[in-house]
C-alpha cells in the first residue's frame, strides 16, 4: 500500500445488556464493529474500528500486519484507519483481538478492508498572472513538507470533543479530493479539504475543543492556523485575513480563532477547511458524517472556476 495512516476518534457508541428483575448482573457480550458496515471505503475516507463489552480489555489489532492503535473512550476502545488519496484500488486484511486482563471472555475479529476506486472530480484552475508564481512545483511540495511537520506529533488529551461542529455558518463551494490542473498543466495538485464562500473578515470557528500549534503565514495557504484535537486529528484552517488566537492558546469548540480572508494562493475570499488524521489529510464531510447527528452542509452547484 503506498500510504495507510492509523489514527484514532472518539464515536459515541455503546453495548448494553440489561438484566431481568431480580436476576443477577450479566456481563455484555465482547464485540467488534467497523464502519462503514462494508469495510468499503475510498481514498480519502475513513474507516472506524469499535471493541465493546468491557474494561479493561487487552486489544490488539493488525492491517495487513501493521498495527491499528485503539484507546479507550468511555464507552469501549476505538481505532481509525485513514487512506490516503493515493492509495489504489485493493482489499486489505483487518484483524483485531480482544481479550479480558488476566484471562476470561474473548473475541476475535476479522474482514477484509476494500479501498474503492478514486472517486473524485478533475478540475482545471487559471491562476491570475500576480499569484502564477506560486504554481512552482518545488515551492508547493516545500510547503507540503512544512505543514505536515506541525501534525506529525500524537497528543493524549485527557477530553475529547465529539461530534466536531463546521467551522463556518456558509455554504460550501468546493469538495474535498478533485485533482486540479493549474494553468494548463504548470501544476497538479489535489484539493485537500472543502472551501466555504465568505465574505471578507467573516468569522471563522474552532471546530472542537484543541490546542493552537501553528497560526503563521504560508505562501500557498496563505494564513492558516492549525489545531490539535489529540490521538493525532488535527484542523487547518487556511487563507484567513486575520489571527485571533497565537501558538500554544487551548481553544473551546465554536470559540472565535479568526477571519476569512483570500491570502495565499486564493483568486476570491473563502475559507479553506481540512481534517487531518495521522499525517493524511481526509474528507471533511466524511469525517463529520462519522457523527450520529450530523447534518448535510448546502453545497453550491459549480457556477465558476475553484477559488484556489
Known amino acids: 500500500m503506498k500510504r495507510i495512516a492509523f489514527a484514532l476518534a472518539v464515536i459515541l457508541l455503546a453495548a448494553f445488556v440489561v438484566p431481568g428483575v431480580g436476576a443477577a448482573p450479566v456481563a455484555p457480550e465482547l464485540l467488534v464493529s467497523v464502519t462503514p458496515p462494508d469495510s468499503a471505503v475510498g481514498p480519502g475516507q475513513l474507516a472506524l474500528i469499535f471493541v465493546g463489552g468491557g474494561y479493561p480489555l487487552q486489544v490488539e489489532g493488525t492491517l495487513d500486519g501493521n498495527p491499528v492503535p485503539f484507546f479507550w473512550n468511555g464507552d469501549g476502545y476505538v481505532g481509525l484507519v485513514a487512506i490516503a488519496l493515493e492509495e489504489p484500488p485493493g482489499s486489505h486484511q483487518l484483524t483485531v483481538s480482544a481479550a479480558e486482563t488476566g484471562g476470561g471472555r474473548a473475541v476475535d475479529f476479522q474482514t477484509t478492508l476494500t479501498v474503492k476506486e478514486d472517486p473524485y472530480p478533475h478540475e482545471y484552475v487559471n491562476i491570475p498572472g500576480q499569484l502564477a508564481a506560486l504554481l512552482d512545483p518545488a515551492l508547493n511540495q516545500a510547503e507540503v513538507e512544512r505543514v505536515a511537520e506541525s501534525v506529525a506529533p500524537v497528543s493524549h488529551r485527557l477530553e475529547w470533543e465529539w461530534p466536531f461542529a463546521f467551522p463556518a455558518v456558509a455554504r460550501i463551494t468546493s469538495l474535498y479530493g478533485a485533482s486540479r490542473s493549474y494553468n494548463s498543466d504548470r501544476l497538479e495538485a489535489r484539493h485537500t479539504g472543502v472551501d466555504f ?112
Not at 205 to 214: I, L, M, N
Not at 254 to 278: K, M, P
Not at 284 to 308: C, F, K
Request: proline letters at 6%; zero cysteines.
Open 197 to 308: 464562500r465568505m465574505p471578507e473578515g467573516a468569522p471563522v470557528y474552532a471546530a472542537a475543543a484543541g490546542r493552537v500549534v501553528a497560526a503563521e503565514p504560508y505562501d500557498i495557504r496563505g494564513n492558516m492556523i492549525t489545531l490539535d484535537h489529540g490521538w493525532g486529528v488535527y484542523t487547518r484552517y487556511a487563507h484567513l485575513s486575520a489571527f485571533k488566537v497565537a501558538v500554544g492558546n487551548e481553544v473551546e469548540q465554536g470559540q472565535l480563532i479568526g477571519e476569512a480572508g483570500r491570502t495565499g494562493r486564493s483568486t476570491g475570499t473563502h475559507l479553506h477547511w481540512e481534517v487531518v488524521v495521522h499525517g493524511v489529510s481526509v474528507d471533511p464531510l466524511v469525517w463529520m458524517s462519522l457523527s450520529p447527528v450530523y447534518i448535510q452542509p448546502a453545497v453550491d452547484e459549480r457556477t465558476g472556476q475553484p477559488t484556489s
